[in-house]
């Protein structure tokens, strides 16, 4: 059985795959470090739990309890938010794999911490299985120099400073769904609580909304969205870095416009006019850059919906698409994420490989 992690600065998202690649239990713990939620299969039940390894030791013992012994995985996989330009596939991980993830913390200092914390809690609970890891930068690695360049001095580019994009496992899973139904040029839509759109010409990543860090793109969450240069910095000597950083990504985009909530369901049922406005910024952010990829496309074949919102909030959908009818009557897909099921997949095909 190959066990999935999807590690987060507070919480992990497993799922449990059989040979076959079929599902047979997930799980999540929400709230690492402090009082916080377990959810295993239909099972939930409030835990405490004071770091990662703490947290993957109570859902290893669900496992158990639930008939699934830690003899049964044979393998571990884990999503990974940045590669950065070096980890541009998918990889077993050794110890050159994990200096190289950690060598990217200043790129994504929310996320691969956290990745690298999951890792070291399979190492120690289940210290003899080979564990590999994917990228979400990695589906947009091939993107041309034109859409991953800033326009900034070399000394600049050297260091890294780029596009890189995000959210690439949940692009790659919906290319593989579509299957035959993938069309040349699909306009991609992951809507939860980050926000991205992708251009896929052929099945691969030609340009994306978001960029070095996962900030830029449409009104997100609690992330500003695109916002500009000269604004940050003026945030960040009034308020000083860490609060700026914190602000800009943990207390803006729909919670910051309403002063309320984040949640998108919420906010629909809301008549406030603060909470329609951030309603009505969200769509128009997602169409705006919409239309930008659009035009990377030179023409869209279908649209498709993914993630959180884009799933599950049809009103959402049917605001952004009825913006978008300029682009004809296209085909629609709703498409489950499936970012644990992807990366299952990457890690067996590295075992058959091998």
């Given at each position: 059985m190959f066990l999935a992690l999807n590690t987060g600065s507070s919480s992990i998202k497993i799922a449990v795959f059989d040979a076959a690649l079929d599902l047979v239990v997930e799980g999540n713990i929400a709230g690492v470090g402090t009082e916080g939620k377990l959810t295993l299969g239909e099972h939930k039940e409030n835990v405490t739990t004071a770091d990662h390894n703490e947290a993957l030791d109570c859902l290893l013992d669900g496992l158990v309890e639930r008939g699934i012994t830690l003899d049964q995985i044979s393998a571990a996989a884990h999503r990974v938010v940045h590669g950065g330009r070096r980890l541009t596939e998918p990889t077993r991980i050794t110890d050159e794999t994990l200096?190289?993830?950690?060598?990217?913390?200043?790129?994504?200092?929310?996320?691969?911490?956290?990745?690298?914390?999951?890792?070291?809690?399979?190492?120690?609970?289940?210290?003899?299985?080979?564990?590999?890891?994917?990228?979400?930068?990695?589906?947009?690695?091939?993107?041309?120099?034109?859409?991953?360049?800033?326009?900034?001095?070399?000394?600049?580019?050297?260091?890294?400073?780029?596009?890189?994009?995000?959210?690439?496992?949940?692009?790659?899973?919906?290319?593989?769904?579509?299957?035959?139904?993938?069309?040349?040029?699909?306009?991609?839509?992951?809507?939860?609580?980050?926000?991205?759109?992708?251009?896929?010409?052929?099945?691969?990543?030609?340009?994306?909304?978001?960029?070095?860090?996962?900030?830029?793109?449409?009104?997100?969450?609690?992330?500003?969205?695109?916002?500009?240069?000269?604004?940050?910095?003026?945030?960040?000597?009034?308020?000083?870095?860490?609060?700026?950083?914190?602000?800009?990504n943990k207390e803006s985009g729909l919670l910051g416009l309403s002063g309320t909530t984040a949640d998108m369901r919420t906010l629909l049922d809301d008549p406030s006019d603060e909470a329609q406005f951030a309603v009505d910024h969200f769509v128009y952010t997602v169409v705006h850059q919409a239309g930008g990829l659009a035009a990377a496309l030179e023409g869209v074949d279908a649209i498709a919906f993914t993630g959180g919102i884009g799933e599950n909030s049809a009103p959402i959908r049917e605001r952004i698409l009825a913006r978008l009818a300029w682009l004809g009557d296209v085909p629609v897909h709703v498409v489950p994420a499936d970012e644990e099921r992807q990366i299952a997949i990457d890690a067996s095909a590295l075992m058959e490989k091998k």
């Open positions: 200096e190289q993830i950690a060598a990217m913390i200043p790129l994504a200092p929310l996320h691969n911490p956290a990745a690298l914390a999951g890792m070291a809690a399979v190492s120690k609970h289940l210290p003899d299985i080979p564990q590999f890891a994917s990228f979400d930068t990695a589906f947009h690695a091939g993107q041309p120099a034109l859409a991953t360049t800033y326009a900034l001095p070399l000394a600049q580019r050297e260091k890294g400073i780029r596009r890189y994009g995000f959210h690439g496992l949940s692009y790659a899973g919906m290319v593989r769904q579509l299957g035959d139904q993938l069309p040349s040029r699909l306009l991609a839509l992951h809507l939860g609580a980050g926000v991205s759109l992708c251009a896929i010409k052929d099945g691969k990543s030609i340009a994306t909304s978001m960029g070095y860090s996962p900030l830029s793109g449409p009104t997100m969450a609690t992330r500003t969205g695109d916002i500009d240069g000269m604004a940050i910095l003026r945030i960040a000597k009034e308020e000083g870095f860490e609060k700026a950083a914190h602000l800009l």
